[in-house]
């Protein structure tokens, strides 16, 4: 992504995943100016393919997204790289300023940079992360079915992460490590015929680079060829916090994203977001069926706001504000060929 910023636009997205490029692309068909702005690091670059999006599974995911950004280029919007490191209020808009200095002015933005997965401090876990280790059944479970998958115990789903990968293979091991579970829990696991093993886990075991057990703090090593993890997900939202625009814990307890309504609006005005910044759990295609939504809401604001100004001016024809205005809009209408 070599292109270069210009100085406004309708829309800026932040953020080049799978709601991001959806978003542009909406907005880009609509007519829109829209630059989507990537970091380059997305979330699941660790994995083979992408599972559970009809007609493109098993597909890799730099491939996915290569396909986006030339589908968004082909509808006139832009893709850039660069990491945004602030969004302030200009006005009735927006000023999208990157690390490296550049900025882009915007009447909307679109948040959809996603989020980090802070893992337990268990040596081998980070290494291993995307390969033999995992964390959705959806995303990887049939890849591991039928293997010696163990779940290490790090957080409020654990206990249900460890009933759906029983669903994918008659040995599941349940590693209590420092969260042992209730006696509710612990019902629940023996009757699924999971076996629970307490004590602390002190790391992971790997021979000829492929996952080969969970070594306990006492020094036990249990067999194991896949283990499941249900890390801490936390959206990368830190350039709103000049908006006043900050993540909140989400209501399932799997981390902190960025509250928003149905259709990805959020609390300041002409900020959306979508996909995993305000989902944490949303793979692949609902992060993209997320980013259409938001598009197109973003698209029907824009209108509104266009439609009162021509009003305005349409009953005021001689006042200098609302011609000057029009003007702008009109000189909008010329740039996108309208």
């Known amino acids: 992504m070599t292109e270069q910023l210009r100085d406004g636009y ?3 997205v932040v953020g080049g995943g ?13 007519r829109r100016s829209v630059v989507v702005i990537d970091s380059g690091a997305p979330r699941n670059a660790p994995a083979d393919g992408v ?4 007609a493109r599974e098993g597909m890799p995911p730099a491939e996915l997204l290569e396909r986006g950004r030339a589908e968004v280029r082909g509808y006139g919007g832009q893709a850039v790289s660069g990491e945004v490191d602030a969004v302030t209020r200009d006005g009735e808009g927006f000023v999208v300023t990157l690390a490296d200095g550049r900025a882009a002015r915007a009447r909307r933005v679109l948040v959809t940079s996603g989020l980090v997965d802070e893992l337990p401090d268990v040596p081998g876990l980070r290494d291993r992360w995307g390969r033999d280790v995992v964390h959705c059944p959806y995303c990887h479970g049939w890849e591991i079915r039928d293997q010696a998958i163990g779940v290490l115990a790090s957080g409020p789903m654990s206990v249900h992460q460890a009933l759906l990968f029983r669903q994918l293979s008659d040995d599941v091991t349940y590693f209590a490590h ?6 509710e829990q612990a019902e629940q696991l023996a009757a699924r015929g999971i076996r629970v093993v307490r004590g602390e886990v002190a790391s992971l075991e790997v021979v000829a680079d492929r996952l080969a057990g969970v070594r306990l ?3 036990t090593l249990v067999r194991r060829e896949a283990l499941a993890v249900a890390s801490r997900m936390v959206a990368r939202a830190g350039f709103l916090a000049a908006l006043g625009l900050r993540t909140a814990e989400h209501p399932s307890g799997m981390g902190e994203h960025v509250p928003a309504d149905a259709v990805g609006r959020t609390e300041v005005p002409g900020v ?7 989902d944490p759990a949303a793979q692949v295609g609902a992060a993209a069926a997320a980013g259409a939504m938001a598009g197109a809401q973003i698209n029907g604001d824009l209108v509104a706001e266009e439609t009162r100004l021509a009003v305005a001016a349409h009953r005021a ?4 504000g609302s011609e000057a205005r029009v003007g702008e809009l009109v000189a909008g209408d010329r740039r ?3």
């Not at 799978?18 to 609509?30: C, D, I, Q, T, Y």
């Not at 599972?51 to 009809?54: F, N, R, T």
């Not at 959306?272 to 305000?278: E, M, P, Y």
């Open 10 to 12: 309708d829309v800026v």
């Open 18 to 30: 799978a709601a991001g490029l959806n978003g542009a692309l909406m907005l880009a068909r609509a």
């Open 51 to 54: 599972h559970g999006l009809l």
């Open 178 to 183: 420092t969260m042992p579970p209730s006696e």
């Open 217 to 219: 703090a006492d020094g």
């Open 272 to 278: 959306w977001v979508a996909g995993n910044v305000t």
């Open 317 to 320: 024809p001689f006042s200098a």
């Open 336 to 338: 996108h060929g309208l």
